[in-house]
């Protein structure tokens, strides 16, 4: 079982950095492909960013490319994802998910978080 729990979420101004957390509590966390997604108010959730099994393959929505990194680290089970030059329409919660599969589905993920707000100000 995977239970994701996403921190580090919160407001900030256009141009600075914040870095996301996903955690699991489970003892599988290694077995899943992890992502993360957002969802902008009154918009559907797109897909941001994504990391392998071992994380050395990883991919990007192009607009964050060059601005987020994804990694991770199977020893803590945890997924991060470091945002920098932050703009306003970035402004979503953010939510991190797992799936058995590579690349990552664009639906039926296995697993998802409840969400992480990440607000941007102008």
């Known amino acids: 079982q995977v239970h994701l729990v996403e921190s580090g979420g919160g407001l900030v101004q256009a141009g600075d950095s914040l870095r996301l957390s996903c955690a699991d509590s489970g003892r599988t966390f290694r077995s899943y492909a992890m992502g993360w997604f957002r969802q902008a108010p009154g918009k559907e959730r797109e897909f941001v960013a994504a990391?392998?099994?071992?994380?050395?393959?990883?991919y990007y929505a192009d607009s964050v490319k060059g601005r987020f990194t994804i990694s991770r680290d199977n020893v803590k089970s945890t997924v991060y994802l470091q945002m920098n030059s932050l703009k306003p329409e970035d402004t979503a919660v953010y939510y991190c998910a797992a799936s058995s599969n590579w690349p990552l589905p664009v639906y039926n993920l296995n697993y998802w978080g409840k969400g992480t707000l990440v607000t941007v100000s102008s």
């Open positions: 990391v392998s099994w071992s994380g050395g393959g990883t």
